[in-house]
């Protein structure tokens, strides 16, 4: 996923900045109507996942959510639950929500910007490939739950499952 460009660092003022110079290498469809955020969108091999990047200046974060392309409906979102603690613990950076006025999980992922040392634009590709990662890797669980009926720990255990080989 890196780019070819340098591996060139931002200590401006905005993130947001080396963020949008990523995402237009790549040529994925962007929108920025503010300074404090960036919307992307970035085909997955199970569906679109929808990048939507926060830059707080006053706390110094930039925070990345990564969220699926599916609703939980309302009788779902107890066993959703269940299940984001379940992925939860098995994540090592970032963690999984439900954001509950849209019913729309996500990943979500933030970074300080503070201190001086900048940041590199392969800690923002980093960023980006682990949150598209860690999304490809549970959406199955997501499915078997919200759509399948199945019990979160079933629908975890099922989606952990890794293949060997080819078919």
Not at 119 to 133: D, P, R, V, W, Y
Not at 145 to 166: D, R
Request: hydrophobic letters at 45%; proline letters at 4%; charged letters at 20%.
């Amino acid at each position: 996923m890196s780019i070819s460009a340098e591996d060139f660092v931002a200590t401006v003022d905005n993130p947001l900045d080396l963020v949008e110079d990523i995402v237009a290498a790549h040529q994925w469809p962007f929108e920025r109507n503010c300074d404090e955020e960036l919307s992307v969108t970035v085909a997955g091999t199970w569906c679109d996942y929808h990048l939507g990047f926060s830059f707080n200046s006053y706390q110094g974060g930039l925070q990345l959510a990564c969220a699926y392309d599916m609703r939980v409906p309302g009788k779902r979102q107890v066993d959703v639950h269940s299940l984001l603690a379940m992925v939860n613990e098995r994540m090592w950076l970032g963690h999984f929500d439900l954001w509950i006025e849209d019913g729309v999980p996500m990943f979500r992922h933030a970074v300080l910007t503070r201190g001086g040392g900048g940041l590199h634009a392969s800690q923002m590709e980093e960023m980006i490939e682990i949150a598209i990662t860690e999304c490809e890797r549970f959406y199955p669980a997501f499915q078997f739950v919200i759509w399948g009926g199945k019990a979160p720990a079933e629908a975890i255990a099922a989606a952990m499952l890794e293949t060997v080989g080819e078919a």
